[in-house]
T-cell receptor
Framework: NAGVIQTPRHKVTGKGQEATLWCEPISGHSAVFWYRQTIVQGLEFLTYFRNQAPIDDSGMPKERFSAQMPNQSHSTLKIQSTQPQDSAVYLC???????????FGPGTRLTVL | GEQVEQLPSILRVQEGSSASINCTYENSASNYFPWYKQEPGENPKLIIDIRSNMERKQTQGLIVLLDKKAKRFSLHITDTQPGDSAMYFCAASAGTQVVGQLTFGSGTRLQVYA
């Protein structure tokens, strides 16, 4: 079991550029969560899929952020027109059903210059 | 939504002693309370959790207590070792059918010194 896989591990973008982050959940897990971690804000929930359907995106900034789960083996988080305040570690987690134990991937460290 | 308060933010204990971290939550519908350990540069790792049908759970030197009435839960690390030094996060989640996302506390930096 490879655990949750996230790519890339590090990404540097210029202000205004687009960033796409990838997550591969643990095989057989039906729920995928995206979180963001910064020193100031801590760990914040962004969005959540169950069986590929979006369940709750209440943590997503309304503009520029979008997430998809086109199939059961991967999810993407896209940030358009990145801003310096988007700099953070973006963590993906998966769980068997949602409401169960969540296992985190290694994260993608996004730096917006 | 849910709010989770975690204290203390920094905890220094001597090797071999116990360490306790406390969290409170607001949403009475919260029913799942995991604890994560995060070492520098690493992802958060689940170390123990408790559900609302339990008041106490223990595993490998870790004890979690849950007081639903007070909306309070705590982590107790017995016989601390240098390897226990890390950030610890508590979290709360409400429900398994509708809402599953975790609301995290702000974290506790545990430092175990010799």
């Amino acid at each position: 079991n490879a655990g949750v896989i996230q790519t890339p591990r590090h990404k540097v973008t210029g202000k205004g550029q687009e960033a796409t982050l990838w997550c591969e959940p643990i095989s057989g897990h039906s729920a995928v969560f995206w979180y963001r971690q910064t020193i100031v804000q801590g760990l914040e929930f962004l969005t959540y899929f169950r069986n590929q359907a979006p369940i709750d995106d209440s943590g997503m900034p309304k503009e520029r952020f979008s997430a998809q789960m086109p199939n059961q083996s991967h999810s993407t988080l896209k940030i358009q027109s990145t801003q310096p305040q988007d700099s953070a570690v973006y963590l993906c987690a998966s769980s068997l059903r949602g409401g169960d134990e969540q296992y985190f991937g290694p994260g993608t460290r996004l730096t917006v210059l | 939504g849910e709010q989770v308060e975690q204290l203390p933010s920094i905890l220094r204990v001597q090797e071999g002693s116990s360490a306790s971290i406390n969290c409170t939550y607001e949403n009475s519908a919260s029913n799942y309370f995991p604890w994560y350990k995060q070492e520098p540069g690493e992802n958060p790792k689940l170390i123990i959790d408790i559900r609302s049908n339990m008041e106490r759970k223990q595993t490998q030197g870790l004890i979690v207590l849950l007081d639903k009435k007070a909306k309070r839960f705590s982590l107790h690390i017995t016989d601390t070792q240098p390897g226990d030094s890390a950030m610890y996060f508590c979290a709360a989640s409400a429900g398994t059918q509708v809402v599953g996302q975790l609301t995290f506390g702000s974290g506790t930096r545990l430092q175990v010194y010799a």
